[in-house]
């Protein structure tokens, strides 16, 4: 009787984990323009693909603090929330670096 909502329960992290690629795919579209599709720059940004996830996490906290200097990123940083740039972190960090 309890083996069907153990089964559910135990498929919730896989749902929650799977909804949350489309988010940070869409969150990191942005990235794109300057960083290249899926963060695999081609030329002039840094690769954000395979970047640390909390180095990731940390510049884009001292991009919107005004700590690290940018041209852009400091206003575009300040458009994220903290569940945003966490999932943008773990989107790019699970990508492969080329």
């Known amino acids: ?3 069907p909502f ?7 992290p896989v749902a929650v984990q ?3 690629l489309p988010k940070a795919q869409y969150f990191s579209a942005t990235c794109a323009n300057c960083h290249g ?3 695999y720059s081609v030329g002039g940004s840094v690769s954000l693909a395979g ?3 909390a180095k ?3 510049t884009m906290k001292a991009f919107q603090t005004g700590q690290r200097p940018a041209t852009l990123m400091h206003q575009i940083s300040k458009g994220y929330t903290d569940e945003q740039i966490a999932l943008m972190a773990d989107y790019f960090s699970s990508r492969k670096p080329r």
């Open 1 to 3: 009787m309890a083996a």
């Open 6 to 12: 153990i089964l559910a329960a135990l498929c919730l």
């Open 56 to 58: 990731f996490i940390e």
């Open 37 to 39: 599709t899926d963060g």
């Open 18 to 20: 799977a909804s949350s």
């Open 51 to 53: 970047y640390d996830r």
